[in-house]
């Protein structure tokens, strides 16, 4: 068929209809907004020439000619990104404002279950007014839809949202349920109940983006795990983060060219940790000394700052790091910090990225506020996590592991493979004043000045049990190790364990803590 056949003429006619969107006004007062098209971001996302496009044609039951042939508000297909096949949908807030009617939904379901088959991730592009109106129950019934896929297909493929534009009601569950979710700074915001409605019923005043902005669902809610500045770096951040990830859950991540050293010298950490042990130092200064050079991307790195998380590499080998910060809360645990940990945990689990575990925590937050809110709750879901990961763990206890504390941040009782402690390590049941002054009150109480002997009995502890060497004795630490050859005796361990294999016993599911 010559390009002047009718038959081609009207394939290019509903072509350049589909891809004008809501029309050039639309388009126009969109870009004005410093905000890209669907099409314009996919093809932004996906290396060169390589997005194909699936549904072009599918139309609402609604709507003028324009908006009916438009795709129904979505681009959907499939691309390569660094060379691997990942599957994506973006929402086209030209068209009745990127809102979901039936054949929207079911665009978006096409490519997640074709995305599963093909064992291929998927990226979700949303920008959208939510449920369309005019369609009613069509449009709620998509979303259901969508979350059952979010939710079946968890642990399959990685699943990653861009919010790149409103995402209100309802419709934020699927975002929420995904493994990771990035944010635009003053652009993308997320929120069950508008100002309006928050305004009617409760009587606050506040605005869109106080309420469910970037800002506030990076460092408050813990619902984000990235906020970028503009939606091209929120798209090469999900390329990015592909690079860490295997496409599916029976595959193991992609390996980099090794031998990328360090960016900062390792002896560096032979001195690190002070000899008061009441003052802090900077574990992500620790963390940089040992892993790849500009390897480490930080996950959540406002939420819970007292709590690590992130992916980084190991002589080019994905892992996930697990750590405490001793220059927040001095590295307790609190409600936020096990929710954080949790979820990594088990998001590397899922995915065969062997863990890193660096402990340096006095223990659980105490507090009334704390007990309330289930500190209990919360600390047992990561006992659930570490226990029930079967990919390789490795820890290495750098200063405190007091109590609960050490039990919870990958033991060896949890099935940690290989467990290391620096000389400065001290794992006891709790820090020198605290035991002084159970363990000797009497004495403490009748001493002529009290003060001092409560030092003195604490030095005493401090000798006798805060120290690794206990731990060793009894097995519960593998080797304590020089703190500079950290990375040689992570990379050696990583190796012997690349191999590992659990198969995991035999139930329906287990029932985790929430
Ligand atoms: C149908 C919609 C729509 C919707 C927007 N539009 N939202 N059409 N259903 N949900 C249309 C508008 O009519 C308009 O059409 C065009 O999209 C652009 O909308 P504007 O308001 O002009 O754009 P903007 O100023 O950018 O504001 C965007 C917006 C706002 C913030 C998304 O439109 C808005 O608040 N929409 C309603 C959001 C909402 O409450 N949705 C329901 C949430 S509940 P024209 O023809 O003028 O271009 C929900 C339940 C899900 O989603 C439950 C799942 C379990």
Redesign the pocket.
């Known amino acids: 068929m010559s390009s002047e056949d009718p038959r081609i003429v009207e394939l290019h006619r509903r072509r350049a209809i589909a891809m004008g969107g ?1 029309g050039p006004e ?1 388009v126009e007062r969109h870009r004005a ?1 410093g905000r890209r098209t669907a099409r314009e971001r996919l093809l932004q996302l996906f290396d060169p020439h390589s997005f194909q496009e699936l549904g072009m044609f599918a139309t609402a039951r609604i709507g003028d000619e324009t ?1 009916r042939i438009a795709g129904d508000g979505v681009v959907t297909g499939f691309g390569m990104i660094d060379g691997r096949t990942v599957f994506a949908y973006a929402q086209d ?2 068209v ?5 009617g039936e054949m929207h939904g079911r665009k978006i379901c096409q490519v997640m279950d074709r995305a599963v088959e093909a064992g291929a991730p998927v990226i979700g592009l949303i920008d ?8 009613g129950i069509y ?2 019934g998509g ?2 839809e969508i ?1 059952r896929r979010n939710a079946i297909y968890s642990g399959i493929v990685p699943q990653i949202s861009l919010l790149l ?2 995402c ?4 934020a ?1 699927s975002p929420a349920l995904t493994d990771i979710l990035v944010m635009v700074e003053g652009q993308s915001y997320m929120f069950l109940t ?1 100002p309006e409605v928050v305004r009617a019923v409760t009587g606050e005043e506040v605005d ?1 983006e106080k309420l469910g902005g970037a800002r506030m669902h990076i460092s408050t809610s813990g619902l984000a795990h990235f906020v970028t500045s503009t939606e091209n770096d929120a798209l090469m951040l999900a390329r990015r983060l592909l690079s860490y990830l295997p496409s599916n859950h029976l595959e193991n991540p992609p390996l980099t060219t090794p031998g990328v050293e360090p960016a900062q010298a390792r002896q560096v950490l032979n001195t690190i940790v002070p000899l008061d042990p009441r003052q802090p130092y900077s574990m992500h200064t620790v963390i940089h000394c040992i892993f790849d050079a500009h390897s480490f991307l930080e996950v959540q790195e406002q939420f819970a700052r007292n709590a690590i998380v992130g992916l980084a590499r190991l002589e080019g080998q994905p892992v996930g790091v697990v750590a405490q910060e001793p220059e927040v809360l001095a590295g307790a645990l609190d409600i936020d910090a096990s929710d954080k940990i949790t979820r990594f945990v088990r998001f590397c689990d899922a995915f065969n990225i062997p863990l890193v575990t660096f402990v340096d925590t006095p223990g659980f937050l105490p507090g009334v506020d704390q007990e309330y809110h289930g500190i209990i709750r919360h600390g047992a879901k990561i006992v659930y996590a570490y226990s029930t990961a079967t990919v390789p763990k490795l820890s290495i206890v750098t200063r405190k592991a007091y109590g609960g504390a050490y039990v919870v941040m990958s033991s060896k009782q949890l099935n940690t493979d290989v467990t290391f402690a620096w000389p400065s390590a001290e794992i006891a049941v709790m820090g020198g004043e605290g035991a002084a002054s159970i363990l000797y009150r009497k004495e403490i109480a009748q001493a002529a000045d009290p003060k001092t002997a409560r030092a003195h009995y604490a030095e005493q502890y401090r000798q006798q049990y805060l120290n690794p060497y206990v731990a060793a004795e009894g097995g519960f630490i593998d080797e304590v190790i020089e703190p500079a050859e950290t990375r040689e005796r992570l990379i050696a361990a990583l190796a012997a364990l690349r191999h590992k294999a659990v198969i995991p016993l035999a139930r329906r599911h287990g029932n985790m803590p929430a």
Do not use: K, V
Request: glycine letters at 30%; zero cysteines.
């Open positions: 809501g639309r907004r908006e807030a030209t009745f404002g990127g809102s979901l959208s007014g939510g449920a369309r109106i005019q369609e449009g709620l979303y259901a979350f534009g409103p209100a009601g309802g419709a569950y508008g869109a």
